[in-house]
């Protein structure tokens, strides 16, 4: 069995395709398999996928109705055999020498549940993450570490413990927007052992018509709508564990307050109204000079503390 699974979904990406496919079965460390699914796509991705199946025995295909992102996800790591998968997006490509690194890493503790690593955004203006390393910490200090950066943990960042990952039952949820959000920060808060790398191996590449730069109005509703319901299923779900995991509370509150700035005026008053209701605000924490200052200017007003900083 191979130690090491690449589950890539496919709809619509065959301009990025050949070299996504490329930075993968050229990878320096070679016990892997990669599982792309075809989520019923509709150009001639699939053409492409049939050539990497039959030149690279280690590479294989699931053809579904379309389903969306997160089956995709699912049902690539339901057949997945290695021991860790990743997680990589049509239109991105990782560095050739990503496996190896990892490989490294995970040789000093098999039982790590997850390993995180860094991203470069590419776009018009490149830019390059880098984060503070950590070896070995439990979900919960782990999680203060890495919220400390930014909002919305992209899932493809993480090399996972496929047992870990099915024995908590971790599934993203069919049919809606952040799917990423609405799982990765409970992944990342239940583990017991998690590191992080300074190794920039993933490239993320922004697209015109992707699935997050679409700027229609009704899927920006959808979009804020799914991330709400994503904020309650991890509330909820958080709440079933010991502790009061309130760096985990504060991180997706500040997510959520920041998403409805996408919003219309008349929406985001809507939404606005909704969250006070609803108490968001009060997980916001308070335990620093600033944290206070911070929490008094969004109650004041969200959209001017925001704008400003982000």
């Known amino acids: 069995m191979p130690k090491y699974s690449i589950i890539i979904p496919v709809y ?15 990878q320096t460390y070679k016990d892997f398999e990669v599982i792309i699914v075809n989520d019923g796509t509709e150009d001639n991705s699939q053409s492409i996928i049939d050539a990497y199946t039959q030149k690279y025995k280690n590479v294989s295909y699931i053809i579904q109705k379309n389903q969306g992102l997160s089956m995709a996800r699912n049902n690539g790591i339901k057949k997945s055999k290695g021991k860790f998968f990743l997680l990589l997006d049509s239109d991105d490509y990782i560095e050739l020498d990503l496996l190896n690194v990892l490989n490294q890493e995970i040789e000093k503790n098999e039982n790590m549940e997850l390993l995180r690593f860094q ?20 979900g919960n200090r782990a999680f203060e570490k890495i919220a400390k950066y930014h909002y919305v943990e992209l899932a493809t960042c993480y ?3 496929k047992e870990y990952f099915q024995k908590n039952n971790f599934k993203y949820q069919k049919g809606i927007y952040h799917e990423d959000f609405g799982l990765t920060p409970l992944v990342i808060e239940k583990a017991n052992l998690v590191s992080s790398i300074d190794f920039l191996g993933y490239n993320y590449v922004e697209r015109e ?18 991330f709400y319901h994503n904020y309650l299923y991890l509330m909820n779900e958080i709440d079933k564990l010991p502790g009061e995991h ?6 997706i509150s500040n997510c959520l307050i920041v998403k409805i700035l996408e919003l219309n005026n008349q929406d ?11 108490k968001v605000f009060d997980y916001i924490l308070t335990d620093t000079i600033f944290r206070k200052l911070k929490k008094i200017l969004i109650l004041i007003s969200p959209k001017l503390y925001y704008r400003r900083i982000l």
Do not use: A, G, W
């Open 209 to 226: 018509n992707s699935i997050m730069t679409n700027c229609s109005y009704e899927k920006v509703q959808k979009r804020v709508s799914d």
């Open 119 to 138: 991203v470069r955004n590419i776009s018009k203006n490149t830019i390059e993450y880098h984060e503070e390393p950590f070896k070995l910490l439990d």
């Open 12 to 26: 619509n990406t065959e301009e990025y395709l050949k070299k996504c496919l490329e930075s993968v079965v050229n």
């Open 268 to 278: 985001y008053k809507i939404y606005l109204k909704k969250l006070r209701e609803n």
């Open 246 to 251: 309130k760096v985990f509370k504060s991180y």
């Open 159 to 161: 090399l996972y413990n």
